[in-house]
């Protein structure tokens, strides 16, 4: 099969993952270009509004000019092109849990450890402080019992119906980032173990398990460090 279209992006962004996880369960191919982020996604032959305005990535572009930029937006158009695939779900109802869930992984999960990612490993937040740290972790800890909980009441472990979704792809990119920061071993198998029970699950899918890597997780949440 022909690719349906090229993307620009990292392969280690989780958004990137999540779109190519999408286009792979769907039967889908997409041809991620070479690209070094900080530099490619800033060149003047690729940035402006025709091309990866305000050098956002990933950025995509279908094969008769179509663009997409941000994340979430193309795993969603990616999931939408079979939708025997199941990956929106099967009924108005499943995907707007689908929905549901995709943003709760994204807000509330996400955002609280990539921040705290970006303050203590990346250093690209330098005025990151002990409150801040403190504040995000506790943020994505309500969510993650939340999260868990859930789960429990799922048997078939993954969030809507008893196949994957983008729901779960999403959740799985954002609990990798939790497993960085704020989960060390004891959080992962004791206090939210059926979130990790899920990532597992859904990263050893043999479609996509090459798109998620080793998941390089801490032996301990991160702990602020000053300067």
Request: hydrophobic share 40%; aromatic share 4%.
């Given at each position: 099969m022909a690719p349906i279209g090229k993307l620009y992006g990292s392969p280690r962004q989780p958004q990137t993952k999540a779109i190519l996880s999408a286009a792979a369960i769907s039967g889908l191919e997409i041809d991620l270009l070479p690209f070094?982020?900080?530099i490619a996604n800033k060149s003047p032959?690729?940035?402006g509004p025709q091309n990866l305005p305000l050098s956002y990535t990933p950025a995509f572009e279908d094969n008769e000019g179509f663009k997409l930029i941000k994340g979430t937006s193309t795993a969603r158009y990616v999931s939408a092109l079979v939708p025997k695939a199941?990956?929106?779900g099967h009924d108005v109802k499943e995907t707007a849990q689908v929905d549901q869930w995709v943003h709760f992984a994204s807000s509330e999960i996400y955002v609280p450890t990539a921040n705290i990612y970006a303050g203590m490993?990346?250093?690209d937040l330098p005025a990151f402080t002990e409150e801040q740290r403190k504040h995000y972790q506790e943020r994505a800890e309500r969510s993650l019992k939340f999260l868990d909980d859930h789960l429990a009441s799922r048997s078939s472990g993954l969030l809507v119906n008893d196949s994957l979704t983008l729901a779960d792809i999403i959740l799985a990119t954002a609990?990798?980032?939790?497993g960085q920061t704020v989960c060390g071993v004891?959080?992962?198998?004791?206090v939210y173990r059926n979130v990790f029970a899920h990532f597992e699950k859904v990263t050893n899918d043999e479609r996509i398990k090459h798109l998620f890597g080793e998941p390089e997780f801490v032996d301990?949440?991160?702990s602020f460090k000053a300067e």
């Open positions: 070094e982020f900080g032959d690729l940035t199941g990956l929106l490993i990346t250093k609990v990798q980032r939790a004891k959080e992962r198998e004791r301990k949440a991160l």
